[in-house]
Every structure is written in C-alpha cells, then in structure tokens.
C-alpha cells in the first residue's frame, strides 16, 4: 500500500517519527533506519526538535519528543491512556497502595497515568513525574525485553543486574526494594502492543511496611493482571482499527 501523502517533507518527517519508535538513534543510525540523505536526517530532525517532537537522550542520540505525549493526550484518542484509568483505579482499590502507568522515553521514564491511594502513607508519583531507568521495578519491566545491545547499555549504572532481568523475563513480573526510594517497595508488569512489544509498564508503590521485602508475593498476580487487561485493550483496538481499513478500502 502505497503510504505517501503526496506531501514529500511531511512523509520524510514521518519517517523520521518512525524510525525513532524503535528507540534512541544516532544521526547514523536515523540515516540507515530511513533510507533519507545524511543532511536531509539530520534538518529533519532539528527541526523536528524545535517543535519538541524530538529530543535527545544524555548520549545526544535522538528520542522521540515530550510534544507527542501531550498531542496523544489532547488528541482523547490515546486508547492506553483511556483505559488506564479504570485498571488503575481497580488495582488501586484491590491493593490499597498507588498504582502508576510508565511509558519509556529514552533514558527516562514517566508517569503517563495514576491513582493514588485516597489516605495514609503512600508513595505519590504525580503524572507526569519522570524517574531513572537505573532504579525501580517499572524500568526493569520497560528494559527487561529489549534488544541485548540497548538491554546491555540499559545496564549501564542501574542498581539491577542482567540475572535480574533475565527473572523478570522468567515470571513476567519486577519488583524492588528500597531500589528507587528508601524505604518504598513497588510491583510491575509489562503492557504490550499489538506486537508483542513491551510498550508501558503497570505498577503498584507503596512503603515497605505494608507491602514487605517481598511485594511480588503479595501483588505480583494482580498487577499481572491490571497489565494484561490493558493489553487486551490494545490488541483490540488494533484488530478494529485493521478491520475498519480493510472495510474501507474494499
């Protein structure tokens, strides 16, 4: 199917945006993923970076921008986002601790999604909010599954290890404690899209009194399950979405 708009610099910037889907690239990398002139890449992509749509990692690789987060946003059409919210109400209530949606952008993490517990002590992780990909169990679900060249950088400094990652593959679940925040335990499960890809990760937080040095044992099935849930969500969309083009195209 041919994917041109007939408007040449709006599909060479979409193959920009494309590319960068995958993860971090170098100007290099830009060049080989899209098949676009060295020069042209790179204008693309400072331009692109002038409207926030792309940024840079700590390495000055490119990464796609904080701008597409809040357009997806504004847009109400992001179908995670939407879903989100009654999953981690759910869990919420089902645990009694917070609960966070995580989605990764380059080095870093944020909280694209939330429910805090209503009382008590909590871990309060505001919308928003962007953490580490060193530390907590949400970076180790959001790295875990990723290619073994940027799950080897990924390692680089983080307070967990490839045994780690290599459990967290095993059971389908992270957890950590103290690994963040003294004296804050968290649980985290993976989002996946419709291929298969981690695309988020669900978690629960809250202090170690209540949720133990073991909080898998506790919630790990739970949050498992909120994840899955939002999974489903996008493996449907995306059948309806295929069945609608295919309707439309007839």
Request: charged residues 20%.
């Amino acid at each position: 199917m041919d994917t041109s708009s007939g408007v040449g610099v709006l599909d060479k910037a979409a193959t920009v945006l494309g590319a960068l889907e995958a993860g971090p690239a170098t100007l290099a990398q830009l060049v080989g993923a899209t098949g676009l002139a060295r020069p042209t890449a790179h204008r693309l992509a400072v331009a692109l970076e002038h409207h926030r749509l792309v940024s840079r990692d700590m390495q000055g690789r490119f990464v796609l921008g904080p701008r597409l987060g809040e357009l997806a946003s504004a847009a109400g059409e992001d179908r995670l986002l939407a879903a989100a919210g009654p999953v981690l109400g759910a869990l919420r209530d089902h645990t009694n601790e917070s609960a966070q949606l995580f989605r990764r952008q380059g080095d870093q993490r944020i909280c694209v999604a939330a429910a805090e517990r209503p009382v008590g002590l909590r871990d309060s992780i505001p919308v928003g909010a962007t953490l580490s990909m060193l530390a907590g169990s949400a970076a180790q679900v959001l790295l875990a599954w990723e290619e073994p060249d940027r799950l080897h950088r990924g390692l680089q400094g983080a307070a967990f290890t490839a045994t780690a990652l290599s459990g967290v593959r095993r059971r389908g679940w992270a957890q950590s404690v103290a690994e963040r925040e003294a004296g804050v335990a968290s649980v985290s499960a993976p989002v996946r899209g419709p291929s298969g890809r981690v695309v988020a990760a669900v978690s629960i937080s809250g202090p170690i009194e209540r949720l133990s040095r073991q909080p898998g044992r506790l919630h790990a099935a739970t949050v498992m399950a909120g994840a899955n849930k939002l999974t489903e969500v996008l493996r449907r969309h995306h059948a309806t979405s295929q069945q609608q083009q295919q309707d439309h195209n007839v």
